[in-house]
């Protein structure tokens, strides 16, 4: 059900077309919950009917038209009363670390390509991420501008603060997880010059499986 509200937290700041939509969903809230376009029009097509979002049919090009949606006071109200209320955790999906709880069953290429892989994965990440973060600071992330544009100046640094607070987690994760991933390939390391190396110490593993 997040995707709705994520949806919801793009309309409220003004209405867009359903190819608007999916564009600055992809490069803003789509950081924290991606979803393809193939979810993301029948999501739409549902919060129409449940009166969250209202469309409008509009000219578009010579004889064609689209729809534009924008956040009802319903969909408004009902983005509130989802912030507000408890946040429910899912159990965690996690390939990789999945994977990494049965490594000894790998070949060593197929080890150390898998620890490769996940740096490459999330330095690419973190690149994203700090050039985010410089946006925000610089106010040229044109999401956050559209929303600034759209809120009392009052409460402009609060959503900075927010928007940048969100961005540091992603970098935080990130750099976890790189660390980890090297951590790893020491392991691996360790087992070349003695495969007869003791176990791990608690503090050499970051997970009992």
Do not use: C
């Not at 603060?161 to 997880?177: D, P």
Request: proline content about 6%; aromatic content about 8%; glycine content about 6%.
């Amino acid at each position: 059900m997040s995707l709705r509200y994520a949806l919801l937290a793009l309309l409220r700041v003004g209405s867009l077309t359903g190819y608007d939509l999916q564009k600055q969903f992809a490069v803003s809230v789509g950081h924290v919950w991606h979803a393809p376009d193939s979810q993301i029009y029948p999501e739409l097509r549902k919060m129409e009917a449940d009166g969250l979002i209202e469309a409008e049919v509009i000219p578009w090009g010579t004889k064609g038209t689209k729809r534009r949606y924008h956040a009802t006071p319903t969909g408004g109200q009902a983005f509130l009363d989802w912030m507000n209320e408890p946040l429910a955790y899912s159990r965690v999906r996690d390939p990789a670390h999945l994977r990494a709880a049965y490594l000894e069953s790998a070949t060593p290429e197929a080890a150390r390509r898998f620890l490769h892989d996940h740096i490459t994965h999330h330095r690419d990440q973190l690149d994203q991420w700090e050039t985010e973060l410089r946006a925000i600071d610089d106010l040229t992330n044109p999401m956050l501008l559209r929303r600034l544009a759209g809120i009392d100046p009052a409460e402009h640094r609060k959503t900075i603060v927010f928007k940048r607070f969100t961005y540091e987690g992603l970098i935080v994760q990130a750099e976890n997880e790189i660390a980890w991933a090297h951590k790893g390939l020491r392991i691996l390391d360790e087992f070349d010059r003695d495969p007869k190396m003791p176990p791990a110490r608690e503090s050499d593993t970051d997970v009992d499986v």
